[in-house]
């Protein structure tokens, strides 16, 4: 007599699970961008991961960068970073004190920025860290909906990742660029030079990002 043996389901990834979730109920469009409630983007990953925990790093001050605010997620033994600049509804980096810059339009105010902004930041940097194990990242791909749906007959993962430790490369279009650009662009006096070191000192620049920082200053 043979017995039947029952097919095995298969393993989804964290990220496979994560961005099988339909965000859109959740997002909002502000200035041509797509924002997804941090409360919903938290919660979501606790259900399909309960083990998710996050960290809020240190938030960095630079005199000519402005504040820049981390965050680190660890789900099912893996840990990946974030870090996004405090800017204002201008996408312009904010200061300890407010400071002007010049436009074809005349000179324009950015204010400095308060407690208020840096956490704002802080759950927007986390969003974007969630999104990194999948949790809405088609939306920063562009897209209207999730890649796939997720099966009852798949069952969550248990390997273990190592964290990384290597520097990230800033390449043109990262979701950090347009803050590096207006930096760029803010600061052209200092020259190429000054700038690529002050910013290769946070982030390796691909040739792309070195080109264009060319560009941007002329």
């Known amino acids: 007599m043979t017995t039947k043996t029952k097919p095995q389901k298969k393993t989804m990834t964290t990220f496979e699970r994560l961005s099988s979730i339909n ?7 502000k200035n041509n961008l797509t924002y997804l409630s941090w409360a919903f983007a938290w919660s ?4 399909a991961c309960p083990d998710a925990t996050y960290e809020i790093g240190e938030t960095d001050y630079d005199a000519d960068l402005g504040f820049m605010c981390h965050t680190s997620v ?4 893996e840990t990946l970073s974030m870090w996004l600049p405090v800017m204002d509804g201008a996408n312009k980096s904010m200061k300890k004190s407010k400071y002007t810059y010049s436009t074809r339009y005349g000179e324009k105010e950015v204010q400095g920025a308060t407690s208020f902004d840096i956490n704002k930041t802080l759950m ?3 969003v974007k860290n969630l999104a990194m194990f999948g949790m809405g990242i088609y939306i920063y791909a562009g897209e209207d909906m999730p890649t796939t749906t997720p099966s009852t ?7 273990k990742a190592e964290p990384s430790d290597t520097r990230s490369t800033l390449n043109v279009g990262d979701p950090r660029w347009s803050a590096m650009a207006n930096f760029c662009v803010e600061n052209k006096t200092l020259g190429y030079k000054k700038l690529t070191d002050k910013i290769g000192a946070k982030y390796d620049l691909s040739a792309a990002a070195l080109s264009e920082i060319k560009n941007l200053i002329k």
């Open 23 to 29: 965000v859109n109920k959740f997002a909002e469009k």
């Open 44 to 47: 979501e990953t606790k259900r």
């Open 74 to 77: 660890t789900i099912q033994g």
């Open 124 to 126: 927007r940097c986390l």
């Open 153 to 159: 007959d798949i069952v969550s993962p248990t390997p």
